[in-house]
């Protein structure tokens, strides 16, 4: 199965900072029909997740555009251009190219 | 609005089974590959179980920690879709999410607990 690993664990940030979370995966999620089937997740406290970006940098619609996801191949960044209150919670990456789908461990976004 | 509501979760004992279901609406039903994922207490996502549509024979795949306990269904006329659990372990609480649309969309969960 692809591991993804997020770096890092947890992230302290204050308001209107801006702040980068890592994914990199164990093979190359560039899938045979061209796409990278790499998404971000928001998980807020007590709710389910939300999905943020998708295919590595497309905004999924609704989401403020201080969110913004790059990378190609075995290496994604997640940027918050701007943190604000509402962006706390744990973030996470997962892939879709490969059965079985598979999650990063997370990445815990809390204030300094 | 996509809803996906799930239901049937609760305290149950090892070795025991109970059968979870998502009721979707909202969206194509029968064109969308619907998920299972989990979360115990305090801990990250775990993929479940995939099903696939009709054009693509209803394929369904699991995770080897649920492979041969787990079985994911659906019935699209009821825009459905369940998880039969058997020979529960401990190990298996946790909340279930159903979730579909590329994990765009996602229920409330139902929380599953496996306790003697």
């Known amino acids: 199965d692809v591991v993804l690993t997020q770096t890092p664990p947890t992230l302290s940030a204050t308001i209107g900072q801006s702040v980068s979370i890592s994914c990199r995966s164990s093979?190359?999620?560039?899938?045979?029909?061209?796409?990278?089937?790499l998404n971000w997740l928001l998980q807020r406290p007590g709710q389910p997740p939300q999905l943020l970006i998708y295919?590595?940098?497309r905004l999924e619609s609704g989401v403020p555009n201080r969110f913004s996801g790059s990378g190609s191949g075995t290496d994604f960044t997640l940027k918050i251009s701007g943190v604000e209150a509402e962006d706390l919670g744990v973030y996470y990456c997962?892939?879709?190219?490969?059965?079985?789908?598979?999650f990063g461990a997370g990445t815990k976004l809390e204030l300094k | 609005a996509v809803q996906l509501v799930e239901s049937g979760g609760g305290l149950v004992q090892p070795k025991e089974s109970l059968k979870i279901s998502c009721a979707a609406s909202?969206?194509?039903?029968?064109?969308?590959?619907m998920y299972w994922v989990r979360q115990a207490p305090g801990k990250g996502l775990e993929w479940v179980a995939r099903?696939?549509?009709?054009?693509?024979?209803?394929?369904?795949y699991y995770a080897d920690s649920v492979k041969g306990r787990f079985t994911i269904s659906r019935d699209d006329s009821k825009s459905m879709v369940y998880l039969q659990m058997d020979n529960l372990k401990t190990e298996d609480t946790a909340m279930y999410y159903c979730?579909?649309?590329?994990?765009?969309?996602w229920g409330q969960g139902t929380l599953v607990t496996v306790s003697s």
């Open positions: 979730t579909a649309g590329g994990f765009a969309y």
């Open positions: 909202g969206f194509t039903f029968s064109n969308a590959a």
């Open positions: 099903i696939r549509t009709k054009p693509n024979n209803y394929a369904t």
């Open positions: 093979q190359s999620l560039l899938h045979s029909n061209g796409n990278t089937y």
């Open positions: 295919l590595v940098s």
């Open positions: 997962v892939q879709s190219t490969h059965a079985p789908d598979t």
